[in-house]
C-alpha cells in the first residue's frame, strides 16, 4: 500500500485507491479563500473611495489680532451613502478563514497527541 490510499478491507471497492486529503490541506483552502477575498475587498474599498464619500473641512479660529490660534478639521459627508454590504460581509469572511485555519489546525494536533496518549479527544481552549 503506498501512502494515502485508504487502509480499510470494508470500504466500497469504488472509493478504494483514492487519495485521502493531507491534513493541512483544508487550512490551506482557507487561506487562499481569504487571500482571494482580501484582493476582492482591496478592489471595493478603492472603488467606494474613488467616489470621494468624505472630504475635510478645515475651521480655523482667529484671535483679535487675525493670529491663528486653533486649527479644526472636519469631516464632511459628501452624501453618495453607505458603502455596500458586500464589503463588510467581505470583511467578514476574511477574518473568519483566517481565524478558523489556524484553529482548525491547533484542534487536530490536540486531538492526536490526546489520542496518541490514550484520553479523549477534546477542543482546545483557545
Given at each position: 500500500m503506498t501512502g494515502g490510499e485508504w487502509a480499510c478491507s470494508n470500504v466500497p471497492k469504488d472509493l478504494r485507491g483514492l487519495e485521502m486529503a493531507h491534513p493541512l490541506d483544508g487550512i490551506d483552502a482557507k487561506l487562499l479563500r481569504a487571500s482571494a477575498h482580501i484582493g476582492e475587498l482591496d478592489r471595493q474599498v478603492r472603488a467606494f473611495c474613488d467616489r470621494r464619500p468624505y472630504a475635510v473641512r478645515v475651521d480655523k479660529q482667529a484671535d483679535s489680532q487675525g493670529r491663528v490660534v486653533s486649527v479644526s478639521f472636519v469631516a464632511v459627508d459628501n452624501r453618495i451613502g453607505?458603502?455596500?454590504?458586500?464589503?463588510?460581509?467581505?470583511?467578514?469572511?476574511?477574518?473568519?478563514?483566517?481565524?478558523?485555519?489556524?484553529?482548525?489546525?491547533?484542534?487536530r494536533s490536540n486531538r492526536r497527541s490526546q489520542e496518541e496518549e490514550g484520553r479523549p479527544a477534546t477542543v482546545p481552549n483557545l
Amino acid at each position: 500500500m503506498t501512502g494515502g490510499e485508504w487502509a480499510c478491507s470494508n470500504v466500497p471497492k469504488d472509493l478504494r485507491g483514492l487519495e485521502m486529503a493531507h491534513p493541512l490541506d483544508g487550512i490551506d483552502a482557507k487561506l487562499l479563500r481569504a487571500s482571494a477575498h482580501i484582493g476582492e475587498l482591496d478592489r471595493q474599498v478603492r472603488a467606494f473611495c474613488d467616489r470621494r464619500p468624505y472630504a475635510v473641512r478645515v475651521d480655523k479660529q482667529a484671535d483679535s489680532q487675525g493670529r491663528v490660534v486653533s486649527v479644526s478639521f472636519v469631516a464632511v459627508d459628501n452624501r453618495i451613502g453607505d458603502p455596500d454590504l458586500s464589503i463588510r460581509l467581505l470583511a467578514g469572511e476574511v477574518v473568519y478563514q483566517v481565524c478558523v485555519g489556524p484553529i482548525d489546525l491547533a484542534t487536530r494536533s490536540n486531538r492526536r497527541s490526546q489520542e496518541e496518549e490514550g484520553r479523549p479527544a477534546t477542543v482546545p481552549n483557545l
